[in-house]
């Protein structure tokens, strides 16, 4: 269940930062535009808009950018209809992928995805091909550096976290969602230095890759990451910390 940190690590050492964070705010705006739409412009009132505008803060975009998004949502600013989906496949080696939807155009995007997964020697599935293989959680990364594991161990326990995992310098805490906004705010009153916290798709196994298979498998995140109405991508792919380093360098 654990390697988000593993994921997250090479993710920052890839790609021209500038426009990874172009992408990154198109689709952090998209979320919160859905997320307003869905359940209102408080934030007090509406946890998912509140996790959204959460991640945007981290990743330091401007708060007009946020404004207008929650504006868009409420209707204040017209806006396109998104649809929220999920769509589903095989990678490399077997992998199971899972993917995040927003798009305002089921065809393309569908069109998009299918041709990726072509690209890489994988397959776009049928819904509910390897969704059973995830279930919704909350993850949390806190830093390695200063933080003592029995102190974490006893207060995220105590908190309800359900998983603690230490893997590439960071420590994952895994939660149900239910538990996830009280134990990450628990953790930071705490003084525990928390680098991410999200509510995510974690597999219940891994599939173990590589050479080849890894190589394709980075290559169809890659490109999938980089379609804007891709929201977000999950895998059970087992990869090796050395042969990550042998592929990205």
Same mark, same amino acid.
């Given at each position: 269940?654990?390697?988000?940190?593993?994921?997250?690590?090479?993710?920052?050492?890839?790609?021209? &930062?500038?426009?990874?964070?172009?992408?990154?705010?198109?689709?952090?705006? +998209?979320?919160?535009?859905?997320?307003? &739409?869905?359940?209102?412009?408080?934030?007090?009132?509406? !946890?998912?808009? +509140?996790?959204?505008? =959460?991640?945007?803060? !981290? &990743? !330091?975009?401007?708060? =007009?950018?946020?404004? +207008?998004?929650? @504006?868009? $949502?409420?209707?204040?600013?017209?806006? =396109?209809?998104?649809?929220?989906?999920?769509?589903?496949?095989?990678?490399?080696?077997?992998?199971?992928?899972?993917?995040?939807? *927003?798009?305002?155009?089921?065809?393309?995007?569908?069109?998009?995805?299918?041709?990726?997964?072509?690209?890489?020697?994988?397959?776009?599935?049928?819904?509910?091909?390897?969704?059973?293989?995830?279930?919704?959680?909350?993850?949390?990364?806190?830093?390695?550096?200063?933080?003592?594991?029995?102190? *974490?161990? *006893?207060? @995220?326990?105590?908190?309800?976290?359900?998983?603690?995992?230490?893997?590439?310098?960071?420590?994952?805490?895994?939660?149900?969602?239910?538990e996830f906004e009280a134990l990450r705010d628990?953790?930071?009153? #705490? $003084?525990?230095?928390?680098? !991410?916290?999200? *509510?995510?798709?974690?597999?219940?196994?891994?599939?173990?890759?590589?050479?080849?298979?890894?190589? &394709? #498998?980075?290559?169809?995140?890659?490109? #999938?990451?980089?379609? =804007?109405?891709?929201?977000?991508?999950?895998?059970? @792919?087992?990869?090796?910390?050395?042969?990550?380093?042998?592929?990205? $360098?």
């Amino acid at each position: 269940m654990a390697g988000h940190s593993k994921w997250a690590n090479i993710k920052r050492r890839k790609g021209a &930062q500038d426009a990874v964070r172009g992408k990154l705010f198109t689709k952090l705006i +998209r979320e919160i535009t859905v997320a307003a &739409q869905m359940g209102g412009g408080d934030l007090d009132a509406n !946890s998912r808009l +509140r996790l959204a505008v =959460d991640k945007a803060k !981290s &990743q !330091s975009m401007p708060k =007009d950018n946020i404004a +207008r998004a929650i @504006a868009k $949502g409420t209707g204040n600013i017209d806006t =396109d209809n998104w649809e929220e989906l999920t769509m589903e496949g095989y990678g490399p080696g077997g992998v199971a992928v899972l993917l995040e939807i *927003l798009t305002d155009n089921r065809n393309r995007t569908t069109g998009e995805v299918r041709h990726a997964f072509t690209k890489c020697n994988g397959n776009l599935g049928t819904t509910g091909c390897v969704g059973y293989m995830f279930h919704r959680k909350g993850v949390i990364i806190l830093e390695d550096e200063n933080t003592d594991e029995d102190e *974490l161990m *006893l207060a @995220a326990l105590d908190l309800g976290a359900e998983d603690i995992v230490h893997e590439e310098g960071a420590w994952e805490v895994l939660s149900p969602v239910e538990e996830f906004e009280a134990l990450r705010d628990g953790l930071t009153e #705490l $003084g525990f230095t928390i680098q !991410s916290a999200e *509510l995510t798709f974690v597999p219940d196994n891994n599939t173990a890759i590589e050479s080849k298979d890894a190589e &394709q #498998l980075l290559r169809l995140v890659d490109i #999938l990451d980089d379609c =804007d109405d891709v929201q977000n991508v999950h895998h059970n @792919a087992d990869i090796s910390a050395e042969e990550l380093e042998r592929i990205v $360098g």
